[in-house]
């Protein structure tokens, strides 16, 4: 398939790249990741990766990358929706009650904020992705908030990308919370504000690509950030699908950045 171009676009300073759907898929790399990291590094490009995945740390998401692609990955340019909602918060909101997993829960520790599984103690609730999940961690996400904690979101992405059928995302938790406490909560990851500011602060100058396989997600974090949107469609969005919002290049593969940007 030849890639569809919105409007012509401008050579990139930086690349900000989307991991599930885009660098990889159930865990392996997507074909030609590898090589079109290695031309981004060889061109001198700034590389950021911004991913709504909150169940890893920035450490453990560059050594995972470093292992499957064979690629260098500095954890410095690595930003989590783990982190992006723990930028959000203040003493205020300590202690709090997480429905995640490790990377949730360590981006709290660096920060200095700690946890209760206690939801009569809890003046904030953080939702992320959580495999575990079950009645009693939504009954007591429910009773904190309906207690007058804060809830936030690590992101509200119905589904993530799998090789089959989509899998379960940590919106698809976020809405029983929701539902069960009757708030809605400040969500940080893509395509929202804290996400678009913590990817700021680490871009070069020049036009930044941001490159991704969900609209409602990477596509409208390029469109809040005032960036350039590159749809893959590797992931979530198929050939065909209708796109909403639009971006402003769709191509097949994040295997088909080399020959744009050299």
Known sequence: MSSRVVASPPPPGNVVLDVDGCLTIDGSAVP?????????????????????????????????????????????????????VVSLLDPTHDPVLVIGEDGIRMALSDAGITTTEDPDVARSVVVGLDRGFDYDALRRAARAVASGAALFATNDDATFPSAGPDMPGAGSILAAVEAASGRKAIVAGKPYAPMVRCVSGLLA??????????????????????????????????????????????????????????
């Open 32 to 84: 030609g990741a590898s090589d079109a990291l290695r031309e981004i590094q060889r061109l001198g490009l700034r590389c950021i990766i911004a991913t709504n995945n909150s169940t890893r740390t920035a450490v453990d998401v560059a050594h995972r990358l470093s292992g499957l692609l064979g690629v260098d990955l500095d954890p410095e340019s690595i930003v989590t929706s783990s982190m992006a």
């Open 205 to 262: 100058r020049g036009t930044t690509w941001v490159v991704g396989d969900r609209p409602e997600t990477d596509v409208a974090f390029a469109r809040a950030g005032g960036w350039y949107a590159v749809l893959v469609l590797t992931g979530v969005t198929s050939e065909g699908a209708a796109v909403t919002p639009s971006p402003d290049l769709i191509i097949p593969s994040v295997a088909d950045l080399p020959r744009l940007i050299s």
